[in-house]
């Protein structure tokens, strides 16, 4: 990781536990921070070319990242990583230009743990691509720092860059890396 990001990452989960611990006591899960990951496209295959008619999609997640902070008004801020599993989606029809779809199911939820499982939950949602810039909206049920269970929203925004070689336009997007902010509403 570049020594700027570091430090990027760094100031913004440093300011967010600030913002975080003059928050009043009766608030909802409020944070943000920095997304980071990659993700495979399955079958039924890849992202069209641009020139193609869009196609469905499926997604496979991996080394999915939460870094920044979180918190619930009602116990002490979390500040560090957080690891996202099980995360899955898909798109009736895509391509390269844009496309949307879902992220997990209300049945089928993905997974997010900090290292000592003290701030844990579940989530699920919707994505919009247009080009390579991700929206992502997701409902999630989860506590921090051991806290009761509540529900929130987060919304993600990233920067999805496909692998070396594949460009979109003349070649289909098989996996790709997205890097973004995410924060919740």
């Known amino acids: 990781m570049k020594r ?7 100031i913004t989960v440093a300011l967010s536990v600030v913002a975080l611990m003059a928050m009043p006591a009766s608030a909802t899960v409020l944070g943000g921070g920095e997304v ?5 496209l399955t079958n039924p ?10 196609k469905p999609t499926t997604y496979k997640f991996d080394d999915v990242v939460l870094t ?4 619930d008004g009602s116990t002490s801020p979390f500040a560090g990583p957080i690891n996202v599993s ?9 391509n390269t230009i844009q496309g949307s779809g879902t992220v997990n199911s209300a049945t089928d939820k993905a997974t997010f743990n900090s290292t000592d ?19 992502v909206s997701l409902n999630a049920n989860g506590k921090i720092q051991g806290g009761a269970a509540q529900s929130f929203h987060i919304t993600v ?4 860059a496909p ?11 098989c996996s790709a890396s997205f890097t973004g902010g995410f924060g919740t509403v």
Do not use: H, M, W
């Open 68 to 71: 920044g902070a979180f918190s």
């Open 117 to 135: 499982s003290q701030t844990a939950g579940t989530f699920y949602g919707t994505f919009q691509r247009v080009g390579s810039i991700v929206i």
């Open 86 to 94: 099980n995360v899955k989606g898909g798109s009736p029809g895509e």
């Open 4 to 10: 700027a990001t570091r430090l990027s990452i760094a």
């Open 36 to 40: 980071v990951g990659t993700v495979t």
């Open 163 to 173: 692998a070396a070689g594949q460009d979109g336009f003349v070649t289909p997007i």
């Open 157 to 160: 925004a990233a920067n999805f």
């Open 45 to 54: 295959g890849c992202i069209p070319v641009a020139s193609a008619p869009a």
